[in-house]
């Protein structure tokens, strides 16, 4: 019982902006948007995390749309490294990852 | 700081046997989450504790999972008796929960098979 959807993969050239859409159209008022990332084997990684302006940090920039039904993820110039599973999720409720989008940066 | 510490890291077990795996959060964090991971499932969440106290379990499979908190650093996940379903990576995470949720850190996780 998702509260978000995301394509399940794509992917993106090396040096290219990677941007990743979530749709979340039943988001509430206090409710934040969350990114995180998992590299392969790993531990999940906070990447971002925004209410309703754009927010940017070392990692990513992420865009919210003026009603915060939706949001992308961009990172600016992926890397090889930038390969993983994207997960963006909503905050103030039960956590869960759901499937996320697998991104594949190719050389 | 250490991060979020997770044991053990792996774990070989037969159908039937109990299973305990371990987590010790962040210090200072007052919430403390476990997760299973399976290819089909994805990273479902399956109880989350604030300042000790189970919030929400309703992740939790079946009574044979069980979780506690005795304290604020230190959680274990029990399953009891295990099945080979429940093989899968046991990720336990923390954080320092304010008025919303707050960033979770993440721990390497325990791979569990249950033969």
């Known amino acids: 019982d998702a509260k978000t959807t995301q394509p399940p993969s794509m992917d993106c050239a090396e040096g290219r902006a990677a941007n990743l859409p979530c749709n979340h159209s039943?988001?509430?008022?206090?409710?934040?948007v969350y990114w995180y990332r998992q590299i392969h084997s790993q531990g999940p990684q906070y990447i971002i995390h925004?209410?309703?302006n754009n927010e940017t940090n070392e990692m990513a920039s992420l865009i919210i749309t003026e009603d915060r039904k939706s949001s992308t993820l961009i990172l600016p110039h992926a890397t090889l490294r930038d390969t993983a599973v994207y997960y963006c999720?909503?905050?103030?409720?039960?956590?869960?990852f759901g499937k996320g989008t697998s991104l594949l940066v190719t050389p | 700081d250490a991060g979020v510490i997770q044991s053990p890291r792996h774990e070989v077990t037969e159908m039937g046997q109990e299973v305990t795996l371990r987590c010790k959060p962040i210090?200072?964090?007052?919430?403390l989450f476990w997760y299973r991971q399976t290819m089909m499932r994805g990273l479902e969440l399956l109880i989350y504790?604030?300042?000790?106290?189970?919030?929400?379990d309703s992740g939790m499979p079946e009574d044979r999972f069980s979780a506690k908190m005795p304290n604020a650093s230190f959680s274990t996940l029990k399953i009891q008796p295990s099945e080979p379903r429940d093989s899968a990576v046991y990720f336990c995470?923390?954080?320092?929960?304010?008025?919303?949720?707050?960033?979770?850190?993440f721990g390497p996780g325990t791979r569990l098979l249950v033969l």
């Open positions: 995470a923390s954080s320092w929960e304010r008025q919303v949720q707050e960033t979770q850190y």
């Open positions: 039943t988001i509430s008022g206090n409710e934040y």
């Open positions: 925004g209410l309703k």
């Open positions: 999720f909503l905050s103030g409720y039960a956590l869960n």
């Open positions: 210090s200072g964090h007052n919430s």
């Open positions: 504790f604030n300042n000790n106290v189970p919030i929400d």
